[in-house]
């Protein structure tokens, strides 16, 4: 599975965007690129998912760079809720989910 | 949505003492199912995978006759701690994928293992 690289924390005010940045630089054709959040002392929740093409849903917004080779998560209207830390994960259908270390997200008010 | 259920959410034992805990696909049929174990401030380890009529596969380093390991229906499986010791105090957490689609996890709310 490739290997992610995100940054250990980010703040982001209550109300604006908070863009989630991930490296995925040795990405392979058929890995997917998937994004979950934990917050504390729960289990992980599903944000989103996607290949090559950006992805809205209810939650949040992908976009994925051309080459693949990094993504961005879009929180569009960030709330006190959405503090977590953030994970990005790249790997292909079937395979294991492996966790980095992810991006702890701060929202103050 | 896809849930997932699992029991109990706290325990606490004696040293010695074995601790079972439950996964449960609780809207869908689940043939692989998989264990992490989470220390405090760190992330997410996985200890294993469970597969459904068959033996796990545990990642390297994971003690398979301490953490057992049985996935005996298609929407349970379970984690027995045996021989439980302090050092195995940890929040365990499974998770389960459906096989069509995207192979998106579900993941549980987890179980607080405190060992005295």
């Known amino acids: 599975d490739a290997k992610t690289t995100q940054p250990p924390s980010m703040d982001c005010a209550e109300g604006r965007a908070a863009n989630l940045p991930c490296n995925h630089s040795?990405?392979?054709?058929?890995?997917?690129v998937y994004w979950y959040r934990q917050i504390h002392s729960q289990g992980p929740q599903y944000i989103i998912h996607g290949l090559k093409n950006n992805e809205t849903n209810e939650m949040a917004s992908l976009i994925i760079t051309e080459d693949r080779k990094s993504s961005t998560l879009i929180l569009p209207h960030a709330t006190l809720r959405d503090t977590a830390v953030y994970y990005c994960?790249?790997?292909?259908?079937?395979?294991?989910?492996?966790f980095g270390a992810g991006t702890r997200l701060f929202v103050k008010a | 949505g896809a849930v997932v259920s699992q029991h109990p959410s706290w325990v606490i034992c004696k040293s010695g003492t074995s601790v079972k805990i439950e996964c449960r696909s609780l809207?869908?049929?689940?043939?692989?199912m998989f264990w992490y174990r989470q220390f405090p401030k760190q992330s997410l380890m996985l200890m294993a995978t469970?597969?459904?009529?068959?033996?796990?596969?545990?990642e390297q380093g994971v003690e398979k006759d301490k953490f057992l390991i049985n996935h005996a229906s298609l929407t349970l499986s379970t984690l027995t701690v045996t021989s439980a010791h302090p050092e195995d105090s940890s929040f365990y957490i499974c998770s389960a994928t459906r096989e069509s689609g995207a192979n998106v996890l579900t993941f549980g709310a987890g179980s607080r293992l405190t060992v005295l």
């Open positions: 469970s597969n459904e009529g068959s033996k796990a596969t545990y």
């Open positions: 809207d869908f049929q689940a043939t692989t």
């Open positions: 040795t990405i392979s054709g058929n890995e997917y």
């Open positions: 994960i790249v790997r292909g259908r079937g395979f294991k989910t492996i």
